[in-house]
């Protein structure tokens, strides 16, 4: 069965700092990937997505940048951390057939101070 | 575009009371249907889904089904539990892309 993981599950940054947050998806190959972020009482916001390795298509221009190393490695980055950063980011794939649901990972709580 | 519409929450319930949850979408195409279940401090869980016009999606106890006449895919169930509370998300597979597209979310509190 395929699982999903990210790390790590809570995260306190100050303003100005670098950020990594890391996704990786066990159990299928070639899965498309999504990163989510959703504000404190607020939905979700589409970040990044990729359809395969290196390629990354961003939705909301912003500090934040993404990479997939591998098929199944998502990786969230800054270089500089703003306190608007601050939120809760959510992984997710998708087989990337014609099935169009997508499994989420738990997410990482983000605080910048 | 594509876009969800939800009911503004927060619904609040007593236990084995009956509830609903509105979603009406606008979109191109014959987008697939969902409702999605946040509990607090975790990621979302696909509860249902619907993939074409007339589907009953059902899980749990939850249905909802995929009403093209309307555009509508409200979420239901007969008898809530406290342990129901959460946060409910409806979303679309946005057309010709990879995308899902979400509505706001609804927050459910159920007292006992």
């Known amino acids: ?113 | 575009g594509d876009s969800v519409t939800q009911m503004e929450g927060p619904v609040t319930l007593s236990e084995e009371a009956f509830l609903t949850i509105n979603c009406t979408y606008t979109a191109t195409g014959y987008p697939s249907l969902f409702w999605y279940v946040q509990y607090p401090g975790e990621g979302l869980q696909l509860l249902l889904k619907a993939t074409k016009a007339d589907d009953k999606g059902s899980n749990k106890g939850f249905e909802a089904t995929y009403r093209k006449e309307t555009t509508s895919f409200h979420l239901e169930k007969g008898s809530v539990q406290v342990s129901d509370s959460a946060v409910y998300f409806c979303a679309l597979s946005s057309s010709y892309t990879d995308k899902l597209i979400f509505g706001t979310g609804t927050r459910l509190q159920v007292f006992p």
């Open chain 1, 1 to 113: 069965s395929q699982t999903i993981h990210q790390w790590p599950a809570t995260l306190v940054q100050p303003v100005g700092s670098p950020l990594s947050l890391e996704c990786t998806v066990e159990g299928t190959s070639n899965p498309n990937l999504y990163w989510y972020r959703q504000a404190a009482g607020r939905g979700l916001q589409l970040l990044f997505y990729s359809v395969g390795i290196g390629q990354i298509s961003s939705e909301v221009p912003q500090n934040l940048s993404a990479s997939r190393p591998q098929d199944r490695q998502f990786i969230l980055s800054s270089k500089k951390l703003l306190l608007s950063d601050s939120g809760f980011y959510l992984c997710a794939w998708n087989p990337g057939q014609v099935t169009y649901e997508q499994y989420f990972g738990p997410g990482t709580r983000l605080t910048v101070t």
